[in-house]
């Protein structure tokens, strides 16, 4: 039997293209490490704010609340069990760990497309917030109504790749 594969959402599609810019990658990891961050909301937030909607805390806890379980016992545990296998303990040297570590990372990644799908399909996009057009300060507004969320602060040195990727974005399209 073989089983098809949904086309891919406008939301994936986005995330491949705003996550491939210089500087994203690395400012993503670091809100993930140091703040809590949900990459996935993260750039959900980017996607909403691109396609005009303006959030409210309320929005993204409805998201982080959709999605924990998800990312608490698959996302995150996938994403240890490639962190750890990138330094196997000593009875492993020699042993093709590396090849296992890649199928990980690519389950890894399969886990972070579902997430993104299930994000994409709680509603749809005219429901999150109200219609606003897209600034760089709207984008901005969404991700701090997700870092009110999580009670932190993004340090603007992590924002602004994100922000630029937007906005270089729209040279590209």
């Known amino acids: 039997m073989c089983e098809r594969m949904a086309p891919a959402s406008p939301f994936w599609t986005f995330s491949l293209q705003i996550y491939g810019r210089p500087g994203v990658p690395a400012a993503c990891v670091r809100l993930q490490d140091q703040c809590g961050v949900d990459v996935n909301i993260l750039l959900f937030c980017l996607f909403l704010a691109r396609n005009g909607?303006?959030?409210?805390?309320?929005?993204?806890?409805?998201?982080?609340?959709?999605?924990?379980?998800?990312?608490?016992?698959?996302?995150?545990?996938?994403?240890?069990?490639?962190?750890f296998l990138k330094e196997p303990p000593e009875a492993f040297k020699g042993l093709d760990v590396h090849a296992f570590r890649e199928r990980v990372k690519a389950i890894e990644l399969e886990a972070e497309r579902l997430q993104q799908e299930g994000l994409f399909a709680l509603r749809p996009l005219n429901d999150w917030g109200k219609a606003c057009?897209?600034?760089?300060?709207?984008?901005?507004?969404?991700?701090?109504?997700?870092?009110?969320?999580?009670?932190?602060?993004?340090?603007?040195?992590?924002?602004?790749p994100l922000v630029g990727a937007l906005d270089n974005n729209d040279q590209q399209t």
């Open 53 to 83: 909607r303006a959030l409210m805390q309320e929005d993204v806890q409805v998201m982080d609340s959709q999605m924990r379980d998800w990312r608490l016992n698959g996302v995150i545990k996938l994403r240890e069990a490639r962190r």
């Open 133 to 160: 057009p897209y600034s760089s300060q709207l984008a901005l507004d969404d991700m701090s109504a997700y870092a009110k969320c999580l009670g932190v602060n993004f340090p603007a040195p992590d924002v602004e």
